[in-house]
């Protein structure tokens, strides 16, 4: 017996109305932190350099009202369930309905207040944490995670529910088991890309902001890495998305990586009887003056094949930035030209050398001397 069972004599009476000064007592309890939270939270905070403390006190602010009303609510309504068992059935069953009701409520927004704890970790990881990182795996797997530590605690309160109402679980299990089959099976090409995905995650063969060749010959920038796809920029501005499992089958050239030194080469081609050491005696002199040429002790122009009617070289060449190689090549191209031009280097036309038959040599006598 309570106070105010004793006060008011009526049990039923004294009951809700101790109920409903909780659930009261439960709120003003909730806005009291929230306020508190309020005042000294900054204080206490700002000793720490980490914003990790901040975001949770956050968080915590803006749900404490809420969470705590919900709590006290559901905790009052279990404490008072036995004094309505022998009511009516109508009185039974509006209470009950009431109580599982609360239950339900308190139990998905404890699964929310978890997310968003979860996801104030996660924000607090990447602003302080994988922002000092060298690699950009952190920033792509963090999102990922919080997005899938969410789907279970809402699937972990969905159980918590099914629970309470007595719902076997084994076979909702069996039926997720099932349907999982089913969606994998109907999906098999989208999970394959999910799953390659996930190894250019972990394996790193580019990041973001590295110059690749794809399978299909296409040269660009990396933008972004996703789980289903990756993006490539490509010289033209045009964004070229190919599917994960077609990159991590296929072999793909890094030109960012290990460094973004990379050597690239210009050909070009002399005329035959040209003098070949000293051609390449000039151009190298030429090529190595140029700023942005790295190694120059690496540079080296190669006399490739005897080509129908010149002789055929490269000239291999290495720059800092990958970037720039469009550019470059026809840079370089042009002072490969303007330099055999100043030293008289023939760069010859195609030529094409015809021997005719002896017969066809007579007719074409004969039809001379009738013209003449």
């Not at 809420?66 to 068992?85: E, N, P, S, Y």
């Not at 207040?113 to 920033?139: G, M, N, Q």
């Not at 003056?289 to 080509?307: C, Q």
């Not at 970037?323 to 055999?340: A, E, F, M, Q």
């Amino acid at each position: 017996m309570n106070i105010l069972e004793f006060v008011l004599g009526d049990t039923r009476t004294s009951v809700l109305l101790s109920a409903l000064l909780i659930i009261v007592l439960g709120v003003l309890a909730g806005r009291l932190v929230q306020m508190l939270l309020m005042l000294f939270s900054s204080k206490i905070t700002k000793k720490t350099r980490s914003t990790l403390d901040d975001l949770l006190v956050n968080t915590l602010r803006h749900s404490s009202v809420l969470l705590f009303g919900l709590v006290t609510a559901f905790w009052v309504l279990k404490w008072t369930h036995g004094t309505f068992a022998e009511e009516e059935v109508l009185l039974r069953k509006s209470f009950r309905f009431l109580y599982e009701g609360v239950y339900v409520v308190t139990a998905l927004y404890v699964g929310y207040f978890a997310t968003k704890v979860i996801d104030a970790i996660v924000r607090w990881y990447l602003h302080e944490i994988a922002s000092r990182t060298k690699t950009h795996l952190d920033d792509e797997l963090a999102p990922l995670a919080n997005r899938v530590m969410k789907v279970l605690i809402y699937l972990l309160a969905l159980i918590i529910i099914l629970n309470h109402f007595n719902q076997d679980i084994s076979t909702l299990v069996v039926s997720l088991g099932v349907g999982s089959l089913a969606i994998a099976l109907a999906a098999q090409e989208t999970l394959a890309n999910m799953i390659a995905g996930f190894v250019l995650m972990i394996d790193r063969p580019f990041r973001i902001g590295d110059r690749i060749r794809l399978p299909d010959g296409t040269i660009g920038n990396v933008k972004e890495i996703g789980i289903r796809s990756t993006r490539v920029i490509d010289d033209y501005q045009v964004m070229i998305i190919t599917p994960n499992a077609e990159i991590v089958k296929s072999q793909i050239m890094n030109f960012s990586y290990p460094n973004d030194i990379v050597r690239f080469e210009v050909p070009f081609g002399v005329a035959y009887g040209t003098d070949l050491l000293a051609m390449r005696r000039v151009v190298l002199d030429r090529i190595n003056r140029e700023a942005d040429i790295v190694e120059a002790d690496t540079t080296e122009v190669r006399i490739m094949e005897m080509g129908d009617s010149s002789m055929n070289a490269i000239l291999l060449c290495k720059i800092r930035n990958p970037n720039d190689i469009p550019r470059r090549k026809s840079d370089l191209l042009l002072i490969i030209y303007n330099t055999l031009y100043e030293h008289e280097i023939e760069i010859p036309f195609p030529q094409r050398v015809l021997h005719l038959a002896p017969a066809l040599q007579q007719l074409m006598e004969k039809n001379r001397n009738i013209e003449k």
